[in-house]
Nanobody, 119 residues
């Protein structure tokens, strides 16, 4: 049974930092390409960042230079360090191992329950 559990969200003032975590169980973590998405009220599901099993990373232009994705294979956990946070970063953040193109958060594949980040 595959589970993705996010933690670490919360409220922070603009300019502050937060780190959200995603612990993955029931999946061969070393082979996992893991994605962070976010969704704000009234907005579409947005890809924020990703890290492939080989360490290749992707960042959306809106977060480049402010967010850093990393992974700890021993803890089967992926982290998203967010700095210089802006009000427009407010959203529910989801980690995911999608099984195809993502049209909405929580779609096909494996998804966490989401964690709220409020700036």
């Amino acid at each position: 049974h595959v589970q993705l559990v996010e933690s670490g969200g919360g409220s922070v003032q603009a300019g502050g930092s937060l780190r959200v975590s995603c612990t993955i169980t029931g999946f061969t973590f070393a082979h996992a390409n893991v994605f962070w998405y976010r969704q704000a009220p009234g907005s579409e599901c947005e890809l924020v960042s990703s890290m492939n099993a080989d360490g290749t990373t992707y960042y959306a232009n809106s977060v480049k230079g402010r967010f850093t994705i990393s992974r700890d294979n021993a803890r089967t956990t992926v982290y998203l360090q967010m700095t210089s946070l802006k009000p427009e970063d407010t959203a529910v953040y989801y980690c995911a191992i999608p099984s195809g193109p993502v049209k909405y958060c929580g779609g096909h594949g494996y998804w966490g329950q989401g964690t709220q980040v409020t700036v």
